[in-house]
């Protein structure tokens, strides 16, 4: 079977058929760093969980903050913080240019239902329990390591974790693989949920 075969059939577990179109037509209105069967397994993380607080590290152009943003708005529940540097950005820092000019826009049907945190993940005061915890921020090993360790603590029991990027890329050559690798997957407290494409899913246990 194929890569893009074996992909499929995975997805098809997490899956509503009528969410294929609804996410396609969300995420074309961005400039997405993140495919759609990946979006479909976000979107499923929160219809399953059902999230009060939900934080996002990497937001860029807002593909994966809308998809999250319209599956709370459908639950009738949550909110979303959403983390990025956002113009603080610059080619050597982040991802550069004016990219939040494009968030601002994707998220406009989602206001009330977000906030907007501009800032270095690392440097933000944080002291809230999580329910969801979506981490796409900086990739080097030592940054993802530095977003579990800040904030996975503050996910409540029950809560999920998503990371993205998880495999073998040419842009993060699997070091968000070693990170998770040596934390996460190590621990008892959290159970691995799956992988879709390079989308990696634990829930908290204890
Ligand atoms: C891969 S993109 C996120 C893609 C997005 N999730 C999507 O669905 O298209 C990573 C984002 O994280 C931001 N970023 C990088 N390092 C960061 C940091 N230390 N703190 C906050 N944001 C950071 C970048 O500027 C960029 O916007």
């Known amino acids: ?13 997490y899956v509503q058929p009528k969410e294929f179109k609804r996410v396609k037509v ?6 997405p ?25 990497g937001s860029f152009c807002g593909a994966s ?10 639950l009738g529940k949550g909110r979303l913080y959403a983390i990025d540097l956002f113009s603080l950005s610059s080619p050597g820092k982040g991802h550069g240019g004016d990219y939040w000019k494009t968030f601002d826009q994707t998220m406009k049907p989602y206001i ?11 440097m933000i005061p944080w002291d809230r329990p999580i329910d969801f915890l979506f981490i796409d921020g900086d990739h080097s090993e030592a940054g993802v390591s530095a977003d579990i360790a800040k904030y996975a603590p503050f ?16 842009e993060t050559n699997s ?7 040596r934390t996460l997957l190590r621990d008892a407290t959290y159970r691995k949920l799956g992988v879709v494409s390079s989308l990696v899913a634990f829930q908290k246990m204890r």
């Not at 079977?1 to 577990?13: C, D, E, N, V």
């Not at 760093?33 to 590290?57: A, D, K």
């Open 1 to 13: 079977m194929g890569m893009r075969a074996y992909y499929f059939r995975k997805l098809a577990r």
């Open 26 to 31: 969300v995420r074309d209105k961005t400039n």
């Open 33 to 57: 760093q993140i495919s759609i069967p990946e979006l479909l397994f976000l979107r499923w993380g929160i219809r399953t969980l059902r999230p009060q607080t939900v934080v996002e590290i």
């Open 65 to 74: 903050t809308s998809i999250m943003a319209d599956q709370l708005q459908r």
């Open 112 to 122: 009330g239902w977000f906030e907007k945190i501009e800032g270095d993940s690392r």
């Open 155 to 170: 996910v409540r029991q029950g809560g999920g974790i998503f990371l993205h990027d998880y495999l073998d890329s040419p």
């Open 175 to 181: 070091l968000v693989k070693t990170a998770v690798d």
